[in-house]
């Protein structure tokens, strides 16, 4: 008892000098002593201090003031990377090598050097990271070459940038090798392992291997915002990101394996998780380099080409095809799901007949039936055009912002409506629906034009620190100009009146929600404010529309395991979705195009056909494409993933109007002897719109 009375007086203590510490009055001592001193030991010490706040508690860098005061001292940071750059390896013979090289490298360095450029590295991606969430593109893209002198608020100019965020790039992968270590148990231990679960080594402390733990996070972190910065403003060279390290066997990209849900088992620098029943019979567990790889992907997608990445998903999705839809190449054959819809009743029969009650597993071949506005079935077979029509005219219906379920931001791009438990009790099983039909389209390969949100599309690849106050300037921008006016105000902060809650519109009553405990009686100040402008955010972008995005994740998961998502970001994962915005490329789809019914590529008519598309507008080509194939949009890797390809039929007597085949890709052309008559003929029937009944 005496120990334990001990060890609670000693936390105590502890938590009294927390408290002293975070005192503003204490802390601009602090701030003043540091721009005051350049012995790197005062750095030294107070990273170690900073860096022992951010390890202990979650949200340490908003709840400290040190923490978000330094932040914001551009001096600060600057002094700190050079200071970082300049820690060495301690050496017995003379040439000492930079601790971040050893890094980068992946080499294991003592504990004594750990805890020399741990602190400093960790500190310093921390605060940059609070800095750089903060800054508005007009702060953060300054350009100082006509400035003469560095904005205020940012420490480098983007010129610094550049090999600031190469050096941390090689940083991480360095960590990832640190984290998984080649040296491997024996298979009986490998084994043990996979059913036990495996720690970290006993010479390895806890506290070590939570300061890895966190350095990894902070500095993936970092990497990831300086690169979301860079796609929507480039200041990098072209293939800065990425990484000759990541290599895939694009030969054969189906020798690449991830099985379902396992990669949730390795943790870097926190061991290994026991393995279910389940898991182990999917296989053993994964070898060093591919849970490096796989890492990567999932935390560092852009340092691998995105072409790479398609065609590793690709692959994946492929194999787990086999699994669930058999050997059969055609659609009408091996186990499916059937489902009858009615014209005007396309969602809500879907909803009921797609149920996870009534079809558990949508990776089965569906075959769909369609029936018309007096009840009777439509002619045809399904013979899976019918199906990527059904799909796609679904997943429209569904998105439609008059159904309630999403809406609309200022930027014409849809996101989950935060009102909408007032008007749908049991809405999270809707998104669970919708969710299971787009992981649907994503798993047939069906592009879907739908413009989704990019703070939304971040939260499906799991990305919670990607959604920035940058992303309100779509959803919200009175409120994104009101928190930079507050972030820049010069006043007296306390004088505005704000305090942390919001009000909220709800069909006309209103509301006042707290963003922290007691934010009612929390006036909003100057030292305060930043968090302030992060939990306005936060709520706006998160709280408002989790559940939401629950059901919705889960629905996607039934269908595509989110590990293979979130080899993406959320701007690849809307390609992924809807293909790339570029023209149809009419050579390319001229070179994967098969004849058949007496036509061929010299043929008279299919010269004219060729010279005829060569001259559609973009939007025609478009449109074209749709009529044949379902979808406007070009496949991502070209048409010679198009399956079936892209194919012309002949189609005998000019009297009648072309035709298409959607289930086969088929365009069925009459022979047309005339240019000015298959022009005219074929943007009549491209732009018809006649629905998706069979021809």
Same mark, same amino acid.
């Given at each position: ?392 005219? $679904? @997943?429209?219906?569904? *998105?439609?912002?008059?159904?309630? %379920? ?7 791009? +849809? #996101?989950? &409506?935060?009102?909408?438990? $007032? @008007?749908?009790?049991? *809405?999270?099983?809707?998104?669970? %629906? ?7 389209? +994503? #798993?047939? &390969?069906?592009?879907?034009? $739908?413009?989704?949100?990019? *703070? ?240």
């Amino acid at each position: 008892m005496d120990h334990e009375d001990s060890s609670n007086q000693e936390l105590q203590i502890l938590e009294q000098c927390v408290e002293m510490l975070n005192e503003l009055s204490r802390v601009q001592t602090l701030l003043l002593a540091v721009d005051q001193s350049e012995d790197p030991h005062v750095l030294q010490a107070l990273c170690q201090v900073c860096h022992n706040l951010l390890v202990s508690h979650k949200f340490a860098i908003h709840k400290y003031k040190l923490l978000y005061m330094l932040a914001f001292k551009p001096t600060f940071l600057r002094h700190l990377w050079t200071a970082i750059l300049s820690v060495c390896q301690t050496s017995l013979f003379g040439s000492a090598t930079p601790l971040l090289h050893v890094i980068s490298r992946g080499i294991p360095m003592s504990p004594e050097d750990s805890d020399r450029i741990i602190p400093l590295l960790a500190v310093f991606c921390s605060l940059f990271s609070l800095l750089i969430a903060t800054l508005h593109d007009s702060e953060f893209y300054a350009d100082d070459n006509h400035a003469g002198t560095l904005p205020t608020a940012m420490p480098f100019p983007l010129s610094a940038l550049v090999p600031l965020s190469l050096t941390l790039k090689e940083v991480c992968l360095g960590l990832v090798e640190l984290a998984f270590p080649d040296s491997r148990p024996s298979v009986r231990d490998d084994y043990r392992t996979a059913v036990h679960g495996r720690e970290q080594p006993s010479n390895v402390s806890n506290q070590e291997t939570q300061m890895w733990a966190h350095l990894f996070k902070v500095t993936v972190g970092l990497v990831r915002q300086l690169n979301s910065r860079d796609i929507r403003h480039p200041f990098c060279p072209e293939g800065h990101w990425i990484s000759k390290q990541v290599m895939f066997p694009l030969d054969k990209p189906s020798d690449f394996t991830l099985r379902r849900h396992r990669l949730r088992n390795y943790r870097p620098f926190q061991g290994l998780r026991a393995f279910t029943r389940e898991e182990l019979e999917e296989g053993p567990p994964l070898s060093t380099k591919e849970v490096r790889t796989m890492t990567i992907l999932r935390e560092l997608p852009f340092l691998v080409a995105f072409q790479e990445r398609v065609l590793v998903f690709q692959s994946l999705v492929l194999k787990d095809k086999l699994e669930h839809q058999g050997e059969h190449s055609h659609f009408l054959q091996g186990p499916n799901i059937q489902v009858a819809v009615r014209r005007n009743y396309l969602y809500e029969d879907a909803f009921d007949n797609l149920s996870p009650e009534n079809e558990p597993d949508l990776r089965l071949k569906m075959r769909v039936q369609l029936v018309n506005v007096v009840g009777m079935d439509e002619a045809g077979v399904d013979g899976g055009g019918v199906f990527r029509e059904f799909l796609s005219e $679904l @997943l429209k219906t569904a *998105f439609d912002p008059n159904r309630g %379920f999403f809406r609309l931001t200022k930027d014409n791009q +849809l #996101y989950p &409506n935060p009102n909408v438990h $007032l @008007l749908i009790v049991d *809405f999270p099983r809707h998104y669970f %629906f919708i969710a299971r039909i787009l992981g649907k389209a +994503l #798993y047939e &390969n069906l592009l879907v034009e $739908l413009p989704l949100a990019e *703070f939304f599309l971040s939260k499906l690849v799991g990305r919670h620190s990607d959604v920035d106050v940058h992303h309100l300037a779509s959803l919200d921008p009175i409120m994104y100009r009101n928190l930079l006016f507050l972030k820049s105000y010069e006043g007296d902060v306390a004088d505005l009146g704000l305090d942390f809650t919001v009000l909220n519109d709800e069909l006309g009553e209103t509301r006042v929600d707290e963003l922290k405990p007691g934010g009612s009686s929390i006036p909003v100040t100057a030292s305060n404010r930043i968090e302030y402008i992060h939990l306005m955010a936060d709520y706006k972008l998160n709280r408002q529309i989790r559940a939401q995005c629950n059901a919705f994740r889960q629905g996607l998961a039934n269908v595509i395991p989110l590990e293979w998502l979130q080899m993406f970001n959320n701007k690849e994962l809307q390609v992924l979705i809807s293909g790339a915005q570029i023209p149809v490329d009419v050579e390319d789809l001229k070179q994967h195009t098969n004849y058949t019914g007496g036509y061929a590529s010299d043929h008279p008519t299919i010269r004219l056909f060729w010279k005829v598309v060569e001259n559609f507008t973009d939007h025609q080509r478009s449109q074209l494409l749709k009529f044949v194939t379902s979808c406007s949009r070009p496949p991502l890797l070209g048409f010679k993933e198009l399956d079936p390809p892209f194919c012309i039929q002949h189609a005998g007597s000019v009297d009648r109007l072309p035709t298409a085949s959607t289930c086969m890709n088929l365009l069925k052309l009459p022979e047309f002897g005339e240019e000015v008559v298959l022009r005219e003929k074929l943007l009549y029937a491209i732009q018809a719109g006649a629905g998706f009944e069979l021809s």
